[in-house]
């Protein structure tokens, strides 16, 4: 069985990463969504091994010295990361596995997984982000500017990325990561073992022609 | 308006480059498939400006001197090329273009045309290339054998290309070169107006707030 496609995405928060996501996932039974650790504690309604793997500090920490993260980061008093087995396991399983996750942990993912696909998600205009970041009317105006700010800095990461996608429309932002997908899989690249064995089944028959002409002649 | 994609499709005789690519025209108005120039004679039933563009042999040299074509080749003693001035029309008003050309004009436009994208067309096995050759029933049996070693031989040039496409189910070959089309359009090198666009926007929001909290302050 082929091994499954590691993807990245990213992008600045209020882009719609989630929702995109998560209709991604529903779409493709093959694809898995990896769920990060914290040492976090959980709030009202999420759940254990659903929306977090919860992790004590300790218990965290203690991965995190066997490396058993693809990457992570301490976000204030908290750390996050994307444990690494489970994403394995899936990948060799053939499943296709999406890590949504920021810029540096991105970054920490290429340097260990090269021929992981990195997508970048845009919003149509950056007023529009202003607007949506703004329209979640939970955070007061210093907060809105900051996330603001940092979305705009974010920008400048891009070039770490193989595409970028315009969500003006989560519909199609879905079906350019599904052809982005289907297209990876087809990079030469990745076909390398479907060539030899085209290349040795060619060197049979063109030997077999050869015998049997070599017979009659 | 966006420029478009130039798409050259390459692939052994035999693994239905001509259905594949009919059929991914017939679903996508958006693509052009270009017609080819040649010095030979029409065949019975083959119209011109349809099935090529059918030019003296004195036309033809005239244009290559002009380096009016992309590619070209002789084979035997006919000239067949690609007129450069109708892809470039064509990709300037933001059509696709497929090129369906053999392995050493793909060399040719990937000389002059590195933004170009490269499938090669593969057949699932390399017995059923084998089948579908001698199936064709019209050629003698040392034909086929010398066409089967120019498909096996042609292997060798797939290094060239960035994408490989198996054609064991015509919709699904369709299919796959869709989503290259979709995905090349989403990649970064691609999208670099989109980039500069919004840092811009991004700026300018960031100096307004910038000026207002000033004011504010």
Redesign the interface.
Known sequence: MDKGLLLVISGPSGTGKGTVCKKLCEQNPSLYYSISATSRPPRRGEKDNVNYFFLTEEQFLELREKDAFLEWARVYDNYYGTPSQKVQEKLNKGYDVILEIDTQGAKQVKNIAKEAVF??L??P???DL?LRIKGRGTDGQEVI?KR??A??HE?QE??N??????NDNVSEAV??I???L???K???IR?ED??SR??E??????LS?HRR?VKKG
């Not at 990325?161 to 315009?166: A, E, G, K, S, T």
């Not at 089944?201 to 063109?206: T, V």
Request: aromatic share 10%.
């Open positions: 997508i970048f845009l919003p205009s950056m007023e202003w500017e603001f700010a979305a705009h920008l891009i070039e990325y193989d595409y970028v996608v315009i079906c350019k599904e052809a982005i289907l297209a990876e087809c990079s030469l076909n479907v060539l085209l290349v089944e060619g060197d049979k028959i063109d022609l002409n």
